[in-house]
């Protein structure tokens, strides 16, 4: 995307520029410099859409500069302040922030994935979405762009009072870090590592922590209400005071036997990893009856054959999962995600479905997009008779041969679901 496609008011003085030269980087950082200091011949560190990708701007004063769509991705910036620079929509991509001040700084819909923040002070950053422009015949319209910290490394950094809402911080290692009275709210922290992380008086209201590392965390009197925290143990972390109302969260009586348990902590390294490390969960033709699986992240589990009458999956999140040939008689999968799950000849008799999910899955390419293709859930020849599927979600499902009969679908979504 470039510059040019960004909403954003720009100070009179920015200049267009595709790059800068070594040398003219350094004079322009020191005219910044004089600039700053109220020194003749001072002049603004401004420049839209510049290319400064692997510079060496390190220990630079650049604060209140302007760099509204720069690249600076893999740019060494270590030390470097930019307290109150405007870097709105920049490509900050594997740079190195390591001990870098960035308080107040004007992050919106930058992109800061796999970049090094270690240290670096982030106290009042805005990192709420950016707004692109894009157009539609002749009609001028603004799409949100949230800023991405993907698998950063912001270990001890400081991020008080910064706002992050809806910012991707998944995989992201915050390990140490302070988000003390942050604003969080639907921010995607799942898989990250929180352990050790300050999150006091932080307003995560809607973020999604599954399976984050929480050993040592502290979210005290912090707003979680309506996150989600699959496979999070709240005993792992400090929770006193903090507003969980509508959060997704195992139950402290819920554990499973130890070896599930075990295998479930293997299951969350294999997603985590996206498969290179850990191990996928398989408990083909087990008999699980009565089990808690509530608020677990499952995901591409396999449980083929498996005898799970009266067992819970309530809140869970099984997309692609293998229940094919299952035995679920009088289970709880209430608002249970199951988009492209396998479920072809389960028996589902009598079980709870109430605003499950069983919509297609969007399937990725191997960099990690949307490619375009759906995976539907598959509930070919599978018994959903007397099963309770008020307002679940069947669009585009796979329901050939499936039994009906009594199976109560009252606001159910069966769009171009195929049942024939």
Excluded at 36 to 43: A, C
Excluded at 70 to 87: H, M, N, R, Y
Excluded at 215 to 235: C, K, P, T
Excluded at 274 to 294: K, Q, V, Y
Aim: proline fraction near 2%; glycine fraction near 10%; charge should be negative.
């Amino acid at each position: 995307m470039s510059s040019n496609d960004l909403a954003h008011p720009l100070p009179d003085g920015v200049q267009e520029r595709a790059s800068l030269t070594s040398s003219e980087l350094l004079q322009a950082a020191a005219a910044h410099k004089a600039f700053l200091d109220g020194r003749p011949n001072g002049r603004l560190f401004a420049f839209k859409g510049v290319s400064l990708s692997a510079k060496d701007l390190s220990n630079l004063t650049l604060s209140r500069a302007v760099l509204v769509g720069a690249d600076l991705s893999a740019a060494k910036l270590t030390g470097s302040v930019f307290d109150l620079a405007d870097l709105f929509g920049s490509n900050l991509t594997g740079a190195d922030l390591r001990q870098a001040s960035l308080c107040r700084a004007d992050l919106r819909g930058a992109n800061l994935m796999g970049a090094r923040l270690s240290d670096a002070v982030l106290r009042g950053a805005d990192l709420r979405p950016g707004q692109l422009v894009f157009w539609l015949g002749r009609e001028r319209r603004l799409r949100a762009r949230p800023a991405t910290l993907a698998g950063a490394d912001l270990s001890d950094a400081d991020f008080e009072g910064a706002d992050l809402s809806q910012v991707d911080l998944s995989g992201a290692r915050l390990h140490g870090a302070s988000f003390r009275e942050a604003k969080l709210f639907a921010a995607n922290l799942s898989g990250a590592d929180l352990s050790g992380a300050d999150f006091t008086d932080a307003k995560l209201k809607g973020a999604i922590l599954d399976n984050a590392r929480t050993a040592g965390a502290v979210f005290r009197h912090a707003d979680l209400r309506d996150a989600e925290l699959r496979n999070v143990r709240l005993s792992d972390g400090d929770f006193e005071g903090a507003q969980l109302y509508g959060a997704v969260t195992r139950d402290s009586g819920d554990r499973l036997p130890d070896r599930i348990e075990e295998m479930l902590t293997r299951h969350v390294l294999w997603i985590t990893s996206n498969g290179a490390a850990g191990e996928r969960l398989s408990l083909d033709g087990e008999t699980l009856d009565g089990l808690s699986f509530d608020a677990c992240d499952l995901r591409g589990a396999v449980l083929r054959n498996c005898s799970l009458t009266k067992a819970s999956f309530r809140h869970s999140a099984l997309p692609l999962a293998n229940l094919s040939g299952s035995r679920l008689r009088g289970a709880d999968l209430d608002h249970a995600s199951l988009l492209g799950a396998n479920l072809s000849s389960a028996d589902l008799t009598d079980a709870r479905c109430t605003s499950a999910v069983l919509g297609p899955m969007e399937l990725l390419d191997a960099e990690g997009r949307v490619s375009g293709r759906r995976w539907p859930a598959d509930l070919r020849g599978a018994t959903l008779t007397g099963a309770d599927l008020r307002n679940a979600d069947l669009r585009e499902a796979r329901l050939e041969g499936a039994d009906l009969t009594d199976c109560n679908l009252y606001g159910a979504r069966l769009d171009r679901a195929r049942l024939e």
